[in-house]
Nanobody
Framework: QVQLVESGGGLVQAGGSLRLSCAASGRTFSSYAMGWFRQAPGKEREFVAAISWSGGSTYYADSVKGRFTISRDNAKNTVYLQMNSLKPEDTAVYYC????????????????WGQGTQVTVSS
């Protein structure tokens, strides 16, 4: 069982930066791949980024590649999402999730989800 709590969301102007954190409980955090997803009003939840259990492999959606960076610290049971050059279209609730299957863009491969943190980018 893994419990996930996101933090770091907020309101930022276009071009600004935010760093999201996701703190996990449980001793098995390092055995899970972790992902970030987002959901804007009226839209389906979409993949943003994922990282393997070791941190050695990372994956990004094309829409955020080059602007967002996912990382993890297994000693702190935490995964991060550094978001730079933010755009109004990045506005969404951001969720972190844990998968036993390795880094994936598929929501159904994630077993545990956080409650989400709101990111709002003003133009």
């Amino acid at each position: 069982q893994v419990q996930l709590v996101e933090s770091g969301g907020g309101l930022v102007q276009a071009g600004g930066s935010l760093r999201l954190s996701c703190a996990a409980s449980g001793r098995t955090f390092s055995s899970y791949a972790m992902g970030w997803f987002r959901q804007a009003p009226g839209k389906e939840r979409e993949f943003v980024a994922a990282i393997s259990w070791s941190g050695g492999s990372t994956y990004y959606a094309d829409s955020v590649k080059g602007r967002f960076t996912i990382s993890r610290d297994n000693a702190k049971n935490t995964v991060y999402l550094q978001m730079n050059s933010l755009k109004p279209e990045d506005t969404a609730v951001y969720y972190c999730a844990a998968s036993p299957h390795g880094g994936s863009y598929l929501t159904y491969e994630y077993d545990y989800w956080g409650q989400g943190t709101q990111v709002t980018v003003s133009s």
